[in-house]
């Protein structure tokens, strides 16, 4: 953390003028554009997973959960899934003989979630999915190394919201931010004891805050050493031939952070915020 960045966090900090401050300090002269296109219109991209309805979510979520290599996978968790786009993103591409967990704590969210697979996805593949209703933080302290592929989009700060909400930006402090990165490192330490040895977790939120993406990892990476990056020394693309279920734009553009990739709207045509990264545990 630079200097600046150092009294910002000295200081306490509230409400819109103190969230101006401390995402100035992080994003320096590119904070009043990102800003802006935080407070732009949003653009989304239809998912088609051949139910009855399609499923419209932002192109870079679609992006990211495309990053979950999902070739000979056969037990999949979608750790923190409502409202369940990343969920179809997945669903639709498994294989016909694999399995995936759906999981969200919440039961208003968990209603919605299975609304969204009962209505976006065909009998077949809905028979394949088991959708629950549960804290994954808990879940490694009863189980270990179940699933060989998981996604945790994580609950986040979620700034893009803030701002378009008075009441919440009014509310804002950095306490909120240190709060739900503890929640993160939980969530993502269970997980990756989930994981399988020789598996890949791909670890997303929708946070512009470093503490909740880089430094939720970093820690992981301390915690244990058989996870590794995979995108060391390559970048994010689109793998797949996904044309018959969605069209993404083109101008998406993936910068690299420390541990993983941002996705944010003033450099991407409105596409994001989405940060990611994907993790391989090493077979020991």
């Known amino acids: 953390m630079g200097k600046k960045n150092q009294n910002v966090a000295a200081r306490k900090l509230q409400g819109r003028e103190g969230f101006e401050e401390y995402y100035a300090s992080i994003f320096g002269d590119r904070w009043q554009a990102l800003k802006e296109a935080l407070a732009g219109e949003s653009v989304y991209a239809c998912w088609n997973g051949g139910g009855t309805e399609p499923y419209y979510l932002d192109p870079a979520s679609v992006f990211a959960a495309l990053q979950l290599p999902l070739e000979g996978a056969e037990h999949i968790l979608d750790m923190c899934a409502a409202p369940g786009g990343k969920t179809l993103v997945i669903a639709s591409r498994m294989a016909e003989d694999a399995e995936l967990v759906s999981n969200e704590r919440s039961p208003a969210r968990k209603n919605r979630l299975a609304q969204v697979v009962q209505n976006c996805l065909p009998e ?3 028979n394949r999915i088991k959708i629950s209703c549960s804290d994954g933080a808990k ?15 994580a609950p986040c700060s979620s700034e893009r919201h803030v701002l378009a909400d008075e009441k919440y930006l009014s509310q804002w402090s950095p306490s909120r931010i240190k709060s739900l990165s503890m929640e993160q490192r939980a969530l993502l330490s269970s997980a990756y004891r989930l994981l399988v040895p020789g598996g890949y977790l791909l670890y997303s939120t929708c946070a512009l805050c470093p503490s909740e993406n880089d430094g939720v990892v970093s820690r992981l990476f301390k915690k244990f050493a058989d996870a590794e990056l995979c995108f060391t020394d390559s970048e994010p693309a689109v793998k797949e031939n996904i044309e018959r279920l969605c069209s993404l734009p083109s101008l998406i553009q993936p910068e690299r952070t420390e541990c993983g990739f941002h996705i944010l709207p003033d450099k991407s045509a409105q596409c994001g915020p989405i940060w990611f990264t994907l993790i391989h545990k090493r077979i020991r």
């Open 124 to 126: 077949e593949i809905r």
């Open 139 to 153: 879940w490694c302290t009863t189980q270990t190394e179940v699933y060989d592929r998981i996604l945790l989009d």
